[in-house]
């Protein structure tokens, strides 16, 4: 099943204690996104890779990580986590880019204490 | 101004009204252009492209007017089952990057 999994998909955590949510897809996208959405604020984009190795900031990219090693994987890194990184997080693929359909994890609900 | 613009509402609307939803965007340049739905804090799911001869599909309709820089969104004979937060989706940066509007809430109720 063509899917793009999460995890962990809940995580409370501590000020400061260094955190990894993984994100993979078996669609051989090369396009994958990092969203965090908070109320009335929407979806605000993290960070996206166009490839292997290619990544780039998006609107809101302060205080998280990203590496592209391989096609299929994509974490985020928060190396120091605060109280204002509470969101719920979605990673999403596509084929070759924004322009095209974006499909979606579950999602991962992070609390920083 | 934000980059993305929509009517958060709520629209409550009953089961068969027809209902629009607009969306308002600031570059020029964009290119492409998407609504997708979100059920409860669930993760968003295409609904349609938008192009700019507008574009149908069943009860679904999308609109482009790059002069004034809107999209559009008409659902006809609304069921319950449309009740979501439907989400106006624009490419920005010569297309690399994605930007959401915040969504517009529709509740059907029989």
């Known amino acids: 099943e063509a899917q793009v999994t999460q995890n962990p998909r809940y995580l409370i955590t501590v000020t400061g204690k260094k955190l990894t949510v993984t994100c993979s897809q078996n669609m051989n996208h090369e396009y994958m996104s990092w969203y965090r959405q908070d109320p009335g604020l929407g979806l605000r984009q993290i960070y996206y890779s166009m490839n292997v190795e290619v990544t780039d900031k998006g609107d809101v990219p302060e205080g998280y990580k990203v590496s592209r090693k391989e096609k299929r994987n994509f974490p985020l890194i928060l190396e120091s986590p605060s109280p204002n990184q509470t969101s719920l997080y979605f990673c999403a693929s596509s084929a070759l880019g924004p322009g095209e359909t974006q499909y979606f994890g579950p999602g991962t609900r992070l609390l920083v204490l | 101004r934000k980059e993305v613009e929509q009517d958060p509402g709520p629209f409550n609307v009953p089961e068969g009204a027809t209902v629009a939803f607009n969306c308002t965007y600031s570059n020029s340049a964009s290119q492409s252009f998407f609504w997708y739905r979100q059920d409860c804090r669930k993760e968003p799911k295409l609904l349609m492209s938008v192009y700019s001869s507008g574009n149908e599909d069943g009860r679904f309709t999308a609109q482009l007017n790059r002069a004034s820089q809107y999209i559009s969104l008409l659902i006809r004979d609304s069921k319950l089952s449309d009740s979501a937060t439907y989400l106006c989706?624009?490419?920005?940066?010569?297309?690399?990057?994605?930007?959401f509007g915040a969504g517009t809430i529709l509740r059907v109720k029989s």
């Open positions: 989706v624009v490419t920005f940066e010569y297309g690399n990057k994605l930007v």
